[in-house]
């Protein structure tokens, strides 16, 4: 007798594509059974794209960035997208990620106040020598950077949603994007700002619909949708 379990899925392809900014890596899989062309977030995985037995691997890059809204929101909510910035270990030459662009870390001429700033696609930190760590300057300009845009997109999303939350606090928070606690507070995680700008929006949104609805449930997912 033949299984009826999960369908087999056989590999194809992978490849990278470019949404919003953010460079999302998928991988294309074969399905007999698959009708249509199907986009799932698999933890370990990431983005799996299941297409017919007979569908052109052509139509997947249209169809990713059809849905590419989709696909930021899903890897957002399963943390696929949560860069991590060690606070060890990063050098001058490297690149780091700040609204979902590639920036390299490059040295300034400037050798007092240890600060960074932006210069186009560069981060440019002053004041560390060459052997010197900059990590923990990177942390602090992405703390500002985050309490800037994060602040404002809630006040602008919160008045779309009509809620009005407590405090918000930019924190820095291992596998969370943010959370909303039962007083209304929202916190967030300053690495969120290494994201695009539409994931940013997505997790600001979620907090802040928990404001309405403090559960996981249909409606709360209705109220997300309606402003995703």
Not at 42 to 50: A, D, H, T
């Amino acid at each position: 007798m033949a299984s009826r379990g999960r369908p087999r899925l056989v590999m194809v392809t992978q490849g990278e594509v470019a949404l919003d900014g953010r460079t999302v890596s998928y991988v294309v899989k074969r399905s007999a059974r698959a009708r249509n062309i199907r986009l799932e977030i698999r933890r370990g995985q990431g983005l799996v794209v299941v297409i017919p037995r007979v569908c052109p691997v052509g139509r997947v890059a249209e169809v990713l960035k059809a849905k590419k809204r989709w696909i930021l929101r899903n890897l957002a909510r399963q943390s696929q997208l949560l860069p991590q910035l060690c606070g060890r270990g990063i050098k001058f030459g490297d690149v780091v990620s700040y609204l979902g662009r590639p920036l390299m870390v490059v040295a300034g001429k400037n050798r007092g106040v240890a600060c960074a700033r932006l210069e186009r696609n560069r981060l440019v930190v002053n004041g560390v020598s060459s052997g010197g760590e900059i990590g923990p300057v990177l942390e602090q300009w992405y703390r500002v950077q985050a309490a800037s845009l994060i602040l404002e997109r809630v006040g602008k999303w919160g008045t779309e949603l009509g809620v009005n939350p407590g405090k918000v606090t930019i924190r820095g928070q291992r596998t969370r994007w943010g959370s909303c606690s039962r007083k209304g507070n929202l916190s967030f995680n300053w690495k969120l700002v290494m994201a695009p700008e539409a994931v940013i929006d997505y997790v600001v949104i979620h907090e802040l619909a928990h404001l309405k609805e403090m559960n996981h449930s249909k409606r709360f997912w209705r109220l997300v949708a309606q402003h995703c």
